[in-house]
T-cell receptor
Framework: DQQVKQNSPSLSVQEGRISILNCDYT??????FLWYKKYPAEGPTFLIS?????DKNEDGRFTVFLNKSAKHLSLHIVPSQPGDSAVYFC???????????FGPGTSLSVIP | EAGVAQSPRYKIIEKRQSVAFWCNPISGHATLYWYQQILGQGPKLLIQFQNNGVVDDSQLPKDRFSAERLKGVDSTLKIQPAKLEDSAVYLC?????????????FGNGTRLTVT
C-alpha cells in the first residue's frame, strides 16, 4: 500500500500568521516527497520537495519538514498571504519510472 | 518556455458517447502522464509514457480508455464509451526524466462532464 493521506480537507488562517499543512504516508520506500499547489481551473504547480534522507527543506516562505519515524511531513508557510489560498497536494515519488502518488489535498484559505 | 498544452478545456457528452483529449508536452520532456482528478480527490495516474513506450498503465480502465503518444511527443487519451463516473478533470503532465526528482509540469486540464 503506497497511500498518501491528508486528513484535513480545509484550513483557514489569518494573513501574516503561519499555515501548517500535514501529510501522512504508509510506505517508507519513497525517495522524495513533494508539495503541489493548485488554483481553480488551473493544473497543479510544483512548490517544494524533500529527499527522504533529509528532515527539512526551505525555500523562501515555504519549509517542509519530514519525520520519518512518524511517517509524517508538514508544509509551513510563513507569513501566509492571501495569494497562498489554494489547494495543496502532498505527493510521493520513488526512483526512475516510479509514479507520483498524490494525496486528496487540503484547501487553504488565507483571510486578509 | 511554453507550458503543457491541453485541449479542449471543457467537454460535455452523454453517457455511451466517445471523447478524446489532446496533450502537447513541454519541448524536450521525455515523460508524459495522464491523470484523472475527480472532485474532492487528488490526481490519480492513468498512464505514464517514456518517449513512445508505456511505463505504467495499471490504473487505466482498458475496456474503455485508450492512450497513445505519437512519435514521442503529442498524446491523445480516448474514452469509449463514457460512463457517468468518468466525469472529472483530465490532467496531462510532462517531466524531463522519469524520476521523482524532476517535478511534473501540468497543463490546465480538460473538464469532462458526462450526462
Amino acid at each position: 500500500d503506497q497511500q498518501v493521506k491528508q486528513n484535513s480537507p480545509s484550513l483557514s488562517v489569518q494573513e501574516g500568521r503561519i499555515s501548517i499543512l500535514n501529510c501522512d504516508y504508509t510506505n517508507s520506500m519513497f525517495d522524495y516527497f513533494l508539495w503541489y499547489k493548485k488554483y481553480p481551473a488551473e493544473g497543479p504547480t510544483f512548490l517544494i520537495s524533500i529527499s527522504s534522507i533529509k528532515d527539512k527543506n526551505e525555500d523562501g516562505r515555504f519549509t517542509v519538514f519530514l519525520n520519518k519515524s512518524a511517517k509524517h511531513l508538514s508544509l509551513h508557510i510563513v507569513p501566509s498571504q492571501p495569494g497562498d489560498s489554494a489547494v495543496y497536494f502532498c505527493a510521493r515519488s520513488g526512483t526512475s519510472y516510479d509514479k507520483v502518488i498524490f494525496g486528496p489535498g487540503t484547501s487553504l484559505s488565507v483571510i486578509p | 518556455e511554453a507550458g503543457v498544452a491541453q485541449s479542449p478545456r471543457y467537454k460535455i457528452i452523454e453517457k455511451r458517447q466517445s471523447v478524446a483529449f489532446w496533450c502537447n508536452p513541454i519541448s524536450g520532456h521525455a515523460t508524459l502522464y495522464w491523470y484523472q482528478q475527480i472532485l474532492g480527490q487528488g490526481p490519480k495516474l492513468l498512464i505514464q509514457f517514456q518517449n513512445n513506450g508505456v511505463v505504467d498503465d495499471s490504473q487505466l480502465p482498458k475496456d474503455r480508455f485508450s492512450a497513445e503518444r505519437l512519435k514521442g511527443v503529442d498524446s491523445t487519451l480516448k474514452i469509449q464509451p463514457a460512463k457517468l463516473e468518468d466525469s472529472a478533470v483530465y490532467l496531462c503532465a510532462s517531466s524531463l526524466i522519469g524520476t521523482g526528482f524532476s517535478p511534473l509540469h501540468f497543463g490546465n486540464g480538460t473538464r469532462l462532464t458526462v450526462t
